[in-house]
């Protein structure tokens, strides 16, 4: 069964970094596309940026130059680094794969940047 754990989230002030992490089970990880979306209160899910399995990189252009994804194929995890964070940056934030035709989505970690 298909598991992602995100961590890492938490309130940081405006310019501030963060360092979110994916944990990923039940999957062949080595092979995967993974993404990172986020979701703002009112808004529809975006995704911010993906990592192929081989390591080719994908971002949304508000945050180009700010956040780089990243890939452990031994500890099976994606880092996103997020640094001078910005208040629109304000959000849940989810890791993603698909595997067998199915999206598969973890619970989030929410992400608050105050001004």
């Known amino acids: 069964q298909v598991h992602l754990v995100e961590s890492g989230g938490g309130l940081v002030q405006s310019g501030g970094s963060l360092r979110l992490s994916c944990k990923a089970s039940g999957v062949n990880f080595r092979l995967k596309t993974m993404g990172w979306y986020r979701q703002a209160p009112g808004k529809q899910r975006e995704l911010v940026a993906s990592i192929t399995d081989t390591s080719n990189t994908y971002y949304v252009e508000s945050v180009k130059d700010r956040f780089t994804i990243s890939r452990d194929n031994v500890r099976r995890t994606v880092p996103l680094q997020m640094n001078n964070l910005k208040p629109e940056d304000t959000a849940v934030y989810y890791c993603?794969?698909?595997?067998?035709?199915?999206?598969?989505w973890g619970r989030g970690t929410q992400v608050t940047v105050s001004s």
């Open positions: 993603t794969t698909e595997q067998g035709g199915r999206t598969f």
